[in-house]
């Protein structure tokens, strides 16, 4: 599986638990709105950071420049694991449980970065998505329907 930077900004910034606007305005010593719309326009790839935008948003983030500046080069970190398919659902599941797919998605990235904690918490958001009423037994059949 193949991670780009901005998805990798995401991941480490939901992982520290920040929202776009307070990332952005301490790494760009902006405004709240002026660095929600910046780290907006890097998570979706319609800006591409500077080498000094990667240095602010890891010093904040409290990571090693390595961890961003890995992602820049012609190659993205993790290609021996681009082979790698990861959980796979019926289009059928996802359409009965909305959202299902974006976490799905996210949690194959955190297996991926071998996150236990981003793992965690997307299976607790996860474990939300389906009834509670329903039986552990009858919720798993349903799924795998």
Same mark, same amino acid.
């Given at each position: ?60 983030? !409290? @990571?090693?420049?390595?961890?961003? *500046?890995?992602?820049?080069? /012609?190659?993205?970190?993790?290609? %021996? #694991? ?42 607790? !958001? @996860?474990?939300?998505?389906?009834? *509670?009423?329903?039986?552990? /037994?009858?919720?798993?059949?349903? %799924? #795998?329907?």
């Amino acid at each position: 599986m193949e991670l780009s930077l901005p998805e990798m900004i995401q991941i480490y910034r939901r992982r520290a638990g920040m929202n776009q606007g307070t990332l952005g305005a301490a790494a760009f010593d902006t405004s709240f709105e002026s660095g929600r719309t910046k780290i907006k326009n890097l998570e979706l790839g319609r800006q591409k950071p500077t080498l000094r935008d990667l240095e602010n948003m890891a010093r904040v983030l !409290k @990571l090693p420049l390595s961890a961003l *500046a890995a992602y820049t080069a /012609d190659g993205i970190r993790g290609q %021996a #694991a681009a082979s790698s398919a990861g959980l796979t659902i019926s289009e059928r599941t996802t359409q009965r449980f909305p959202g299902l797919d974006a976490y799905l998605e996210m949690l194959n990235k955190a297996v991926f970065l071998e996150d236990e904690e981003l793992i965690a918490y997307i299976s607790e !958001k @996860l474990s939300r998505l389906f009834p *509670a009423s329903a039986p552990n /037994d009858a919720r798993i059949s349903e %799924a #795998a329907s």
